[in-house]
Nanobody
């Protein structure tokens, strides 16, 4: 079974930076797309950024120019570099991988447990 473990969240002042990481563990799987979502209290979970297996990226308008998504396939890890953080970036951030496990033909969405990011002075 594939599991995702996130790290890097915390409290940061407005204008500051954080780097989130999400690593996959398990046996015999292939990772396709990776993405970061976020969910603020009382609001819907929203796509923040995504990256495909050929490194094509997409960003939500509200983070363009401030956040950068990247991946390290050797480490089965996706990163989210967040700069110029604003109070409205406060949310729980979740990673999601699209994976295919060994001896299966279907692809599954696997989610991380979430990491809190709080932007406040």
């Amino acid at each position: 079974q594939v599991q995702l473990v996130e790290s890097g969240g915390g409290l940061v002042q407005p204008g500051g930076s954080l780097r989130l990481s999400c690593a996959a563990s398990g046996r015999s799987f292939v990772i396709y797309d990776m993405a970061w979502y976020r969910q603020a209290p009382g609001k819907q979970r929203l796509l923040v950024a995504g990256i495909t297996s050929d490194d094509s990226t997409t960003y939500a308008d509200f983070v363009k120019g401030r956040f950068t998504i990247s991946r390290d396939n050797a480490k089965n890890t996706v990163y989210l570099e967040m700069n110029s953080l604003k109070p409205e970036d406060t949310a729980v951030y979740y990673c999601k991988f699209v994976v295919r496990q060994a001896r299966r033909t279907d692809r599954q969405d696997i989610w991380g447990q979430g990491t809190q990011v709080t932007v406040s002075s």
